[in-house]
């Protein structure tokens, strides 16, 4: 379950950007759509504590994370939300399977070399586990960075534009694993997007108001 109340967040000498209300269930996938400078990232990087709000509650399941304090915050996101990025965020000097395992050494969770295995293959991506990140294509790379946001098996999942930097035929493949990773783990999902492409996929929409 995420539910957002009378959220809202200044940037220093910026108007406060207010957002609707809303509560997704557990499970559910939803896509963020509206105008560049609408808020879209502002909003994921709220959910995801990786900004702090000023206004509000935000619960994730029985927590409102605007509550906790930055250790608890950090230590909750690692156990129970996974982020993908428009641009991936992995570390380009290391293996794919040394990104990986970064993820559950973050969280201080166990790694499990079994599950990275695991996730690799479910993504279609064994063959590449011991390439470094700068060798990978841009598609291969997003998919890594799924496989990266799954790892730990969060809860929710929130990905940022990840298909935007895509053409059609990684742009389907990344969603639609995306997509399938996340009803299989159960996660709920929030995709932000002005990619008309994912439109179809993900039939709850959100629109912030330019
Ligand atoms: P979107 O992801 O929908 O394009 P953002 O959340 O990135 O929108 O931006 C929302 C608004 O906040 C925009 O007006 C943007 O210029 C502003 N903004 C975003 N990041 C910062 C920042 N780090 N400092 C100041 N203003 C920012
Ligand atoms: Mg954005």
């Not at 950090?74 to 965020?89: A, C, E, M, S, T």
């Not at 841009?138 to 946001?149: E, F, T, W």
């Amino acid at each position: 379950m995420v539910e957002i109340k009378s959220v809202e967040y200044a940037y220093p000498g910026a108007k406060a950007i207010q957002f609707t209300d809303f509560k997704l269930a557990g499970g559910e996938h939803c896509l963020l759509l509206g105008e560049s400078g609408s808020g879209k990232t502002t909003l994921l990087h709220l959910l995801g504590g990786l900004l702090r709000s000023q206004q509000g509650t935000i619960r994730i399941h029985d927590t409102d994370i605007t509550q906790l304090s930055e250790s608890a915050l950090d230590h909750f996101r690692g156990k129970h939300l996974g982020f993908v990025f428009q641009r991936n965020h992995l570390l380009q000097a290391l293996s794919v399977r040394q990104n990986l395992l970064m993820a559950p050494f973050l969280a201080e969770l166990p790694q499990s070399e079994e599950r990275v295995n695991e996730v690799l293959d479910r993504l279609g991506l064994l063959n590449r586990k011991s390439a470094q990140v700068r060798e990978l294509s841009q598609g291969q790379a997003q998919r890594v960075a799924i496989a990266r946001a799954v790892v730990n098996k969060p809860d929710v999942i929130f990905a940022d534009e990840p298909t935007s930097a895509l053409d059609d035929k990684n742009c389907e493949r990344v969603s639609d694993l995306l997509l399938s990773v996340a009803s299989e783990q159960k996660a709920t999902l929030v995709v932000a997007t002005h990619d008309q492409r994912l439109k179809a996929k993900i039939t709850r929409q959100m629109v912030l108001p330019a």
